[in-house]
């Protein structure tokens, strides 16, 4: 066997060996253990379906948040998509005409004095507005662009209103906060982080 043969050969076998192992590399990939977590399987009958409804809530949790104008849109992406809309910000006292002292969504917690929180299992202690029907109850909302607070509030939608329709939210104080400081904010951002209970 002459040296150009001798090279031919371990050339060829050099690369039989590196395309056995770039096979090889492949295959353990494609087959390694995979779990996937799966919050809506309804309807689904393979695991590619499964594979897909998957995908499609990383992917509607990942989404940027739809800014919507009118509560009947709201209503219609809320329970779909991320949404977020401009609007108003009031605000109203637990003992304000037509209130009660009670916030009008169950568990209907009693608001009187200085009870303005509400301890939510996902989001801790969170403040209570009221807003527009079309947003149901138990839904979060992130509040900024306010002139009263730098940082986002995040509070929940526990009560309504005869005056709170549309794009107005009003936020719940105690008896002895200035009302005049909140007054009525325009301008408001509010991004929908959960959709009712």
Not at 35 to 48: K, L, P, Y
Not at 51 to 62: E, G, L, R, S, W
Not at 125 to 149: E, H, M, W, Y
Request: net charge positive.
């Amino acid at each position: 066997m002459n040296n150009k043969s001798f090279i031919k050969t371990i050339l060829y076998r050099t690369g039989f060996i590196c395309l056995v192992f770039i096979y090889g590399l492949v295959l353990c990939n494609n087959y390694t253990d995979k779990t996937n977590v799966v919050s809506n399987i309804d309807g689904a009958r393979s695991i590619q379906a499964v594979n897909m409804i998957t995908k499609y809530d990383a992917m509607v949790k990942a989404q940027a948040p739809k800014h919507v104008e009118t509560m009947a849109e709201a209503r219609e992406l809320g329970p779909l998509q991320p949404i977020s809309f401009t609007g108003q910000m009031t605000a109203y006292r637990p003992n304000c005409k037509g209130c009660g002292g009670r916030v009008s969504c169950p568990p209907r917690q009693d608001v009187r004095n200085g009870n303005i929180y509400y301890n939510d299992s996902a989001y801790g202690q969170i403040r209570i507005l009221a807003a527009d029907p079309a947003i149901p109850c138990g839904t979060i909302v992130k509040v900024t662009n306010v002139t009263f607070s730098q940082e986002p509030i995040i509070g929940i939608v526990l009560d309504r209103g005869g005056a709170i329709k549309g794009n107005i939210m009003d936020f719940l104080v105690t008896e002895n906060d200035n009302m005049d400081v909140i007054g009525r904010q325009r301008n408001v951002n509010y991004e929908i982080l959960r959709w009712g209970w």
